[in-house]
């Protein structure tokens, strides 16, 4: 597997042309939902529904996580780009081996309090309208082989209305059942989370 190996100026540089590209395609960026910063590790788990989706994770830890950032990227997508791995990109393998690998590195990052992983259970993309997203085991075996974690849903949600540019709105909920995490139940709140979010984004722009 490819691990991430941190770079500051990487991560400078990225800094400057993440904000400079959220500016020049987006007319506003907003984020709904409450954080309290505290001293464990984050695994966020946001759809996944464009290319976008891990510049919008890195403006969210940016402006409000504040940790140190790593993502899980299929390894054929991490070898074509490796300068990923300058900022925080690790690799997962289709194979049996190769996953396992890649999840007990995710729960080495976990431990260190330091640190947000960024992991997309639903495996692919789909529609930020589909709102009936399955879940892989994954996440399921990171947050039973992770101590003290936080686990922060994310919905990331792009509209244009009457607007040339659209909008992005970040939508976040923390998951406080990981002591007896369940799969099953947590796909069903994941799912539940997320349509409130379209609903609330539909409201807010009708107002």
């Given at each position: ?39 464990r590790?984050?695994?966020l788990?946001?759809n996944?529904?464009s290319?976008?989706d ?25 070898e ?15 194979t ?11 729960a ?21 309208h ?18 003290n ?30 002591l007896d995490?369940?799969l ?7 799912n ?9 984004q ?6």
């Open positions: 597997m490819i691990k991430a190996v941190h770079n500051p100026l990487y991560h400078r540089f990225f800094n400057v042309y993440i904000r400079r590209l959220v500016r020049q395609n987006f007319r506003d960026v907003r984020i709904i939902g409450d954080f309290v910063p505290d001293n590790s984050i695994l788990v946001p996944h529904f290319w976008w891990g510049f919008f994770a890195w403006e969210l830890n940016r402006k409000l996580l504040h940790k140190n950032f790593y993502l899980m990227m299929l390894e054929r997508e991490l074509k780009h490796k300068f990923f791995a300058k900022i925080g990109a690790f690799s997962i393998a289709p049996s081996k190769g996953m396992m690998d890649s999840l007990r590195y995710a080495t990052v976990l431990n260190q309090p330091e640190n947000l992983l960024v992991f997309y259970p639903q495996g692919k993309l789909f529609s930020q589909h709102m009936a997203l399955e879940f892989q085991k994954g996440v399921e075996w990171i947050v039973e082989n992770s101590t974690i936080r686990l922060i849903m994310c919905a990331n949600l792009v509209d244009y209305y009457a607007h040339p540019k659209p909008s992005l709105s970040i939508y976040i909920q923390e998951y406080e059942r990981l995490f369940n099953a139940q947590f796909q069903i709140t994941y539940l989370f997320l349509k409130q979010s379209i609903h609330k539909d409201t807010i722009h009708r107002q």
